[in-house]
Structures are given as structure tokens and as C-alpha cells.
């Protein structure tokens, strides 16, 4: 297959890749924040880890491990379980920065977030979280392994493409929303809404399942 033929696929891949990665949820809500921290090595540590994690999940997909998570529903539970704990954990900080706003202020404006907080935060977020097991493994996997033997790898690839675009775009390009952050009201309206994205989808990872 030429580069030209694999273009189709390819294209096709980032339009659904895009269609799933592009929405408010807890994985974004946190990229977002820190794009607007600022800080370089953190947001590129954590875009990486974003984009490396969907390729994986893109990848298992393709090769048909999703046929395993059927087999193995009590995995999906305990992730399920863990998930929720940690996102109405997250929600509840957010919260609290929201009618405490000295603990989130520091001499730029906000506390900014250590690598390591980062990294574990967004290893979390990422992988305990049920959905993105059955929407990238089970619901890519199987759009993928819809196209031709040699299409899906370019299908694939640019399903991989549309989450390093993406975050990289969110994490990089929120910092041009940091004059709006300058003042700590408006961390304070981020927060809020960051703790009711958490919150909420914790609640519904613990009720609803």
C-alpha cells in the first residue's frame, strides 16, 4: 500500500480519534490546568504520557485484545472502583481550593504542580478509568479491525495523531489563557468547574458503573 492509498484510512482514523478524545472529562480538565500553569517540562512530561497511553490502548485494540476484557469483567469493576475513589478525591481538593483561594495562590498566581504529583495524577486519571478501556481498546479496536488488513495500521496511526495533537495543542495552548489566570478569582471559577466535571463523573463511575 503507498503513502497515498494509506492517506484515507489514515484521515479517517484522526476524525474518530478526535471524536472521542475532544470532550470535557477528568484526563482533559487536568491538561488543561496545567497548560495554564505554564510550565514546560510538566506539561510535556504529561502530554507524553496522555498520547503514549492512548497509543497503547489504540494499539491492544488493534490486535484484538478487547475480546479479553470480555472475558475478564471483574478487572473492569475494581478499575471502576478505584477510579471513582480517585476522582471524587481529586474533585474534592478542587473544591477546596475554591473557597480557600490562599492555598492555590503563590507568587505567579498559583501553586504550581510537581512533576511527580503530575505524573502520578495523570497515570490515574488515564488508566483507572473503565471507559477509556472500552472506548479505545473495545470501540476503536473494533472500528480499526473494520478496515482492510493493511488500512487498520494507517487507520491506527492516525488515531495516535489525533491524541498527541490534541493534547499537545490543550497543554501547550492553554497558556494563552494565563493573563485571564492572573487573578485568583478566576483559578477560583476553574477549579469549581474542574471539581464539578470530577465529581460528578466520579459519582456516575461509582453509581452507574
Same mark, same amino acid.
Given at each position: ?18 471524536? =472521542? ?37 489504540? =494499539? ?43 492555598? =492555590? ?17 495523570? =497515570? ?86
Amino acid at each position: 500500500m503507498t503513502v497515498l492509498e494509506g492517506l484515507v484510512p489514515a484521515l479517517l482514523g484522526l476524525g474518530t480519534g478526535f471524536s =472521542l478524545i475532544v470532550a470535557i472529562g477528568a484526563q482533559n480538565a487536568f491538561v488543561l490546568r496545567l497548560g495554564i500553569e505554564g510550565r514546560t517540562k510538566v506539561i510535556a512530561l504529561v502530554v507524553t504520557v496522555c498520547a503514549l497511553s492512548d497509543a497503547i490502548l489504540i =494499539l491492544a485494540g488493534i490486535l484484538g485484545i478487547g475480546a479479553l476484557l470480555d472475558r475478564a469483567p471483574a478487572a473492569l469493576v475494581v478499575i471502576r472502583i478505584l477510579g471513582a475513589g480517585f476522582l471524587l478525591c481529586y474533585g474534592a481538593f478542587a473544591a477546596v481550593r475554591v473557597f480557600r483561594p490562599k492555598a =492555590l495562590v503563590a507568587e505567579e498566581g498559583t501553586a504550581a504542580t510537581g512533576v511527580r504529583v503530575a505524573l502520578v495524577t495523570v =497515570l490515574a486519571l488515564t488508566w483507572l478509568n473503565p471507559h477509556v478501556y472500552l472506548d479505545t481498546i473495545v470501540f476503536l479496536g473494533s472500528i480499526g479491525n473494520q478496515q482492510g488488513e493493511d488500512e487498520r495500521w494507517w487507520w491506527a496511526g492516525g488515531a495516535m495523531a489525533s491524541s498527541l495533537i490534541w493534547f499537545a495543542g490543550l497543554g501547550f495552548g492553554a497558556r494563552l489563557l494565563r493573563p485571564i489566570f492572573a487573578r485568583p478569582s478566576a483559578w477560583r471559577v476553574l477549579d469549581g468547574l474542574i471539581a464539578i466535571v470530577m465529581i460528578t463523573l466520579g459519582l456516575r463511575l461509582a453509581i452507574a458503573g
